[in-house]
Protein backbone atom coordinates (compact mmCIF):
# COMPACT_ATOMS: atom_id res chain seq x y z
CA UNK A 1 0.00 0.00 0.00
CA UNK A 2 1.03 3.26 -1.15
CA UNK A 3 2.19 6.03 1.61
CA UNK A 4 -0.89 8.23 0.26
CA UNK A 5 -2.90 5.22 0.26
CA UNK A 6 -1.99 4.69 3.93
CA UNK A 7 -2.71 8.04 4.77
CA UNK A 8 -6.27 8.02 3.23
CA UNK A 9 -7.22 5.24 4.81
CA UNK A 10 -6.54 6.51 8.22
CA UNK A 11 -7.98 10.00 7.11
CA UNK A 12 -11.03 8.05 6.18
CA UNK A 13 -11.83 7.28 9.97
CA UNK A 14 -12.48 11.17 10.40
CA UNK A 15 -15.71 11.35 8.04
CA UNK A 16 -17.69 9.99 10.91
CA UNK A 17 -16.88 10.47 14.38
CA UNK A 18 -18.19 7.09 15.24
CA UNK A 19 -16.96 4.44 17.38
CA UNK A 20 -13.57 3.35 17.76
CA UNK A 21 -12.76 -0.07 17.10
CA UNK A 22 -9.82 -2.50 18.49
CA UNK A 23 -9.76 -6.01 18.29
CA UNK A 24 -6.49 -8.21 19.27
CA UNK A 25 -6.47 -11.42 18.19
CA UNK A 26 -3.64 -14.57 18.24
CA UNK A 27 -2.62 -17.19 16.09
CA UNK A 28 -0.23 -19.92 15.49
CA UNK A 29 2.79 -19.08 13.69
CA UNK A 30 2.54 -21.94 11.14
CA UNK A 31 -1.00 -20.53 10.08
CA UNK A 32 0.48 -17.65 8.81
CA UNK A 33 4.21 -18.63 7.68
CA UNK A 34 4.91 -19.61 4.10
CA UNK A 35 5.56 -23.44 4.49
CA UNK A 36 7.66 -22.86 1.23
CA UNK A 37 9.79 -19.90 1.65
CA UNK A 38 9.74 -19.56 5.70
CA UNK A 39 8.32 -16.00 4.89
CA UNK A 40 5.39 -14.36 7.04
CA UNK A 41 2.35 -13.98 4.93
CA UNK A 42 1.64 -10.26 6.45
CA UNK A 43 -1.49 -9.93 4.09
CA UNK A 44 -3.14 -13.21 6.29
CA UNK A 45 -3.13 -11.26 9.45
CA UNK A 46 -7.22 -10.78 9.09
CA UNK A 47 -9.04 -11.70 11.51
CA UNK A 48 -11.97 -13.64 8.59
CA UNK A 49 -9.35 -16.04 8.15
CA UNK A 50 -10.82 -17.98 10.96
CA UNK A 51 -7.37 -19.29 12.41
CA UNK A 52 -7.15 -16.25 14.85
CA UNK A 53 -8.73 -15.88 18.44
CA UNK A 54 -10.24 -13.05 19.89
CA UNK A 55 -8.22 -11.92 22.64
CA UNK A 56 -9.24 -9.07 23.21
CA UNK A 57 -11.59 -5.61 22.04
CA UNK A 58 -12.12 -2.37 23.21
CA UNK A 59 -15.23 -0.23 21.61
CA UNK A 60 -14.78 3.31 22.11
CA UNK A 61 -17.72 5.13 21.73
CA UNK A 62 -17.99 9.37 20.80
CA UNK A 63 -19.07 10.17 23.89
CA UNK A 64 -15.93 8.57 25.48
CA UNK A 65 -18.28 5.52 27.64
CA UNK A 66 -15.80 2.79 26.77
CA UNK A 67 -16.61 -1.21 25.82
CA UNK A 68 -13.97 -3.69 26.73
CA UNK A 69 -13.83 -7.47 26.38
CA UNK A 70 -11.03 -10.06 27.36
CA UNK A 71 -10.89 -13.45 26.89
CA UNK A 72 -10.21 -15.64 29.95
CA UNK A 73 -6.74 -16.43 28.82
CA UNK A 74 -4.94 -17.08 26.00
CA UNK A 75 -3.25 -20.14 25.40
CA UNK A 76 0.25 -18.27 24.13
CA UNK A 77 2.67 -16.36 26.16
CA UNK A 78 1.84 -13.73 28.64
CA UNK A 79 -1.58 -13.01 28.60
CA UNK A 80 -0.95 -9.97 30.74
CA UNK A 81 1.51 -8.48 28.47
CA UNK A 82 -0.67 -9.29 25.25
CA UNK A 83 -3.07 -7.31 27.31
CA UNK A 84 -0.74 -4.49 27.53
CA UNK A 85 -0.40 -4.57 23.81
CA UNK A 86 -3.77 -4.52 23.33
CA UNK A 87 -4.23 -1.43 25.86
CA UNK A 88 -1.45 0.63 23.85
CA UNK A 89 -3.43 0.19 20.77
CA UNK A 90 -5.87 1.69 21.93
CA UNK A 91 -4.43 4.61 23.32
CA UNK A 92 -2.85 4.79 19.66
CA UNK A 93 -5.96 4.75 17.79
CA UNK A 94 -7.51 7.21 20.49
CA UNK A 95 -3.55 9.17 19.41
CA UNK A 96 -4.75 9.08 15.93
CA UNK A 97 -7.85 10.58 16.48
CA UNK A 98 -7.04 13.66 18.67
CA UNK A 99 -4.25 14.59 15.93
CA UNK A 100 -6.51 13.95 13.24
CA UNK A 101 -9.05 16.66 14.88
CA UNK A 102 -5.87 18.69 15.70
CA UNK A 103 -5.12 18.50 12.03
CA UNK A 104 -8.46 19.26 10.92
CA UNK A 105 -9.11 22.29 13.18
CA UNK A 106 -8.41 24.81 10.97
CA UNK A 107 -11.19 23.42 8.89
CA UNK A 108 -13.92 23.33 11.43
CA UNK A 109 -16.18 25.91 11.55
CA UNK A 110 -16.05 28.05 14.67
CA UNK A 111 -18.65 29.91 16.82
CA UNK A 112 -18.26 33.16 18.72
CA UNK A 113 -18.45 32.70 22.43
CA UNK A 114 -18.82 28.60 21.42
CA UNK B 1 -7.32 32.15 4.53
CA UNK B 2 -10.84 33.10 4.08
CA UNK B 3 -13.43 30.33 5.49
CA UNK B 4 -14.40 29.88 1.28
CA UNK B 5 -10.71 29.06 0.37
CA UNK B 6 -10.97 25.34 2.18
CA UNK B 7 -11.29 22.52 0.06
CA UNK B 8 -14.44 20.82 -0.31
CA UNK B 9 -13.09 17.76 1.19
CA UNK B 10 -9.92 17.99 3.48
CA UNK B 11 -10.10 14.76 4.15
CA UNK B 12 -9.61 13.49 1.08
CA UNK B 13 -6.98 16.68 0.44
CA UNK B 14 -4.62 15.24 3.78
CA UNK B 15 -3.99 12.46 2.11
CA UNK B 16 -2.08 13.72 -1.51
CA UNK B 17 -0.12 16.61 0.58
CA UNK B 18 3.19 14.76 0.17
CA UNK B 19 2.23 15.07 -3.74
CA UNK B 20 1.60 18.77 -3.15
CA UNK B 21 4.66 19.08 -1.61
CA UNK B 22 6.83 17.12 -4.05
CA UNK B 23 4.98 19.61 -6.92
CA UNK B 24 5.70 22.83 -4.91
CA UNK B 25 9.37 21.66 -4.69
CA UNK B 26 9.46 20.90 -8.23
CA UNK B 27 7.78 24.14 -9.43
CA UNK B 28 10.29 26.29 -7.04
CA UNK B 29 13.60 24.34 -8.20
CA UNK B 30 12.27 24.83 -11.95
CA UNK B 31 11.45 28.74 -10.92
CA UNK B 32 14.53 29.62 -8.73
CA UNK B 33 16.74 28.22 -11.27
CA UNK B 34 15.16 30.22 -14.28
CA UNK B 35 14.43 34.28 -15.12
CA UNK B 36 10.84 33.66 -13.02
CA UNK B 37 12.42 33.71 -9.22
CA UNK B 38 14.38 36.99 -10.87
CA UNK B 39 11.76 38.91 -12.06
CA UNK B 40 9.41 38.12 -9.11
CA UNK B 41 12.08 39.79 -6.95
CA UNK B 42 13.56 36.21 -5.06
CA UNK B 43 16.44 36.73 -3.42
CA UNK B 44 19.82 34.13 -4.22
CA UNK B 45 19.89 32.91 -0.82
CA UNK B 46 16.05 32.04 -0.43
CA UNK B 47 16.96 28.89 -2.50
CA UNK B 48 18.60 26.74 0.92
CA UNK B 49 16.17 27.92 3.28
CA UNK B 50 12.93 26.78 1.05
CA UNK B 51 14.48 23.95 0.63
CA UNK B 52 14.73 24.18 4.49
CA UNK B 53 11.19 24.32 4.95
CA UNK B 54 9.92 21.76 2.67
CA UNK B 55 11.80 19.11 3.68
CA UNK B 56 10.73 20.07 7.40
CA UNK B 57 7.02 19.41 5.54
CA UNK B 58 7.88 16.60 4.16
CA UNK B 59 8.90 15.12 7.86
CA UNK B 60 5.69 15.83 8.89
CA UNK B 61 3.83 14.20 6.14
CA UNK B 62 6.31 11.43 6.94
CA UNK B 63 5.20 10.96 10.32
CA UNK B 64 1.83 10.79 9.36
CA UNK B 65 2.21 7.97 6.90
CA UNK B 66 4.50 6.23 9.58
CA UNK B 67 1.45 6.29 11.82
CA UNK B 68 -1.13 5.61 9.21
CA UNK B 69 0.62 2.49 7.61
CA UNK B 70 0.35 0.90 11.08
CA UNK B 71 3.37 -1.50 12.47
CA UNK B 72 4.68 -5.05 11.52
CA UNK B 73 7.49 -6.81 13.72
CA UNK B 74 8.63 -10.32 13.68
CA UNK B 75 11.36 -11.52 16.09
CA UNK B 76 13.76 -13.80 16.33
CA UNK B 77 12.22 -16.64 17.57
CA UNK B 78 9.59 -16.99 14.82
CA UNK B 79 6.68 -15.03 16.28
CA UNK B 80 5.41 -11.80 15.15
CA UNK B 81 3.19 -9.04 16.08
CA UNK B 82 1.03 -6.97 13.18
CA UNK B 83 -0.91 -3.10 13.63
CA UNK B 84 -3.20 -2.48 10.77
CA UNK B 85 -4.98 0.93 10.99
CA UNK B 86 -8.22 0.75 9.11
CA UNK B 87 -10.67 4.00 9.24
CA UNK B 88 -11.60 3.96 13.02
CA UNK B 89 -10.86 -0.29 13.26
CA UNK B 90 -7.29 -0.90 14.81
CA UNK B 91 -6.58 -5.07 14.46
CA UNK B 92 -3.76 -6.13 16.41
CA UNK B 93 -2.66 -9.74 15.88
CA UNK B 94 -0.01 -11.70 17.57
CA UNK B 95 1.47 -15.09 16.00
CA UNK B 96 3.39 -17.53 17.93
CA UNK B 97 4.37 -16.34 21.95
CA UNK B 98 6.64 -13.22 21.71
CA UNK B 99 8.41 -12.40 24.66
CA UNK B 100 7.14 -9.76 27.08
CA UNK B 101 10.42 -7.87 26.04
CA UNK B 102 9.90 -8.15 22.58
CA UNK B 103 5.58 -6.94 23.54
CA UNK B 104 7.47 -4.23 25.04
CA UNK B 105 9.49 -3.14 22.55
CA UNK B 106 6.79 -3.18 19.87
CA UNK B 107 4.90 -0.96 22.47
CA UNK B 108 7.58 1.20 22.84
CA UNK B 109 7.96 1.94 19.04
CA UNK B 110 4.06 2.64 18.61
CA UNK B 111 4.28 5.31 21.41
CA UNK B 112 7.11 6.82 19.62
CA UNK B 113 5.11 6.77 16.14
CA UNK B 114 2.05 8.00 17.93
CA UNK B 115 4.23 10.84 20.02
CA UNK B 116 5.86 11.98 16.49
CA UNK B 117 2.18 12.26 14.87
CA UNK B 118 0.75 14.37 17.54
CA UNK B 119 4.29 16.76 17.68
CA UNK B 120 3.36 17.26 13.53
CA UNK B 121 -0.06 17.48 13.76
CA UNK B 122 -0.14 21.04 14.39
CA UNK B 123 2.73 21.67 11.23
CA UNK B 124 0.89 19.01 8.85
CA UNK B 125 -2.64 21.14 9.57
CA UNK B 126 -0.83 24.30 8.29
CA UNK B 127 0.44 22.52 5.89
CA UNK B 128 -2.57 21.57 4.30
CA UNK B 129 -3.81 25.09 4.44
CA UNK B 130 -0.97 26.27 2.10
CA UNK B 131 -1.62 23.12 -0.09
CA UNK B 132 -4.91 24.37 -0.39
CA UNK B 133 -4.37 28.04 -1.92
CA UNK B 134 -1.04 26.20 -4.13
CA UNK B 135 -3.46 23.69 -5.96
CA UNK B 136 -5.95 26.54 -6.40
CA UNK B 137 -3.21 28.91 -8.04
CA UNK B 138 -2.00 25.91 -10.27
CA UNK B 139 1.33 25.88 -8.13
CA UNK B 140 2.70 29.18 -9.43
CA UNK B 141 5.89 29.99 -8.47
CA UNK B 142 5.57 33.06 -7.19
CA UNK B 143 2.46 32.21 -4.44
CA UNK B 144 4.71 29.21 -3.72
CA UNK B 145 7.77 31.31 -2.95
CA UNK B 146 5.60 33.84 -1.02
CA UNK B 147 3.67 31.55 1.15
CA UNK B 148 6.43 29.58 2.22
CA UNK B 149 8.42 32.65 2.99
CA UNK B 150 5.50 34.31 5.04
CA UNK B 151 5.13 30.53 6.78
CA UNK B 152 8.64 29.58 6.56
CA UNK B 153 9.45 30.48 9.93
CA UNK B 154 6.27 29.06 11.85
CA UNK B 155 7.07 25.40 10.01
CA UNK B 156 10.28 25.63 11.08
CA UNK B 157 9.43 26.17 14.83
CA UNK B 158 6.40 23.10 14.22
CA UNK B 159 8.90 21.14 12.76
CA UNK B 160 11.09 21.94 16.07
CA UNK B 161 9.10 19.59 17.75
CA UNK B 162 9.43 16.78 14.95
CA UNK B 163 13.42 16.91 15.38
CA UNK B 164 12.73 16.77 19.14
CA UNK B 165 11.10 13.65 19.75
CA UNK B 166 13.17 12.30 16.95
CA UNK B 167 16.18 13.07 18.82
CA UNK B 168 14.67 11.80 21.95
CA UNK B 169 13.37 8.43 19.99
CA UNK B 170 16.86 7.53 18.84
CA UNK B 171 18.26 8.39 22.17
Known sequence: MS?????????????????LEVTTYTGKLEQIVDATTGQIKWDEFKPSSGKLVLAAATLVRPNLNTVNFRASDSEQG????????????????????????KIFSGFFPTHPGG | MSG???????????????????????ALERSLLGRAAVA????????????????VAQAAVTSLGRFAS????????????????????????????????????????????????????????LLLHLCTGWVAAGFAPPLLLKTLLDSGPRILELGAALSRSAVETRS
Not at chain 2, 43 to 53: L, M, N, S, Y
Request: no cysteine; glycine share 8%; aromatic share 4%.
Open chain 1, 3 to 19: LKDAIKKFTDSVMDLTN
Open chain 1, 78 to 101: DFKALIELHMAAVDSARNGRAALV
Open chain 2, 4 to 26: DEGPADPFLAVADLGEHLARARA
Open chain 2, 40 to 55: EGAAADEGPRITQVLE
Open chain 2, 70 to 125: GLQRSFADGAAISLVRDGSRVTVTVLGAPTPVAIADFIAELADIDQRLLDGAELLG
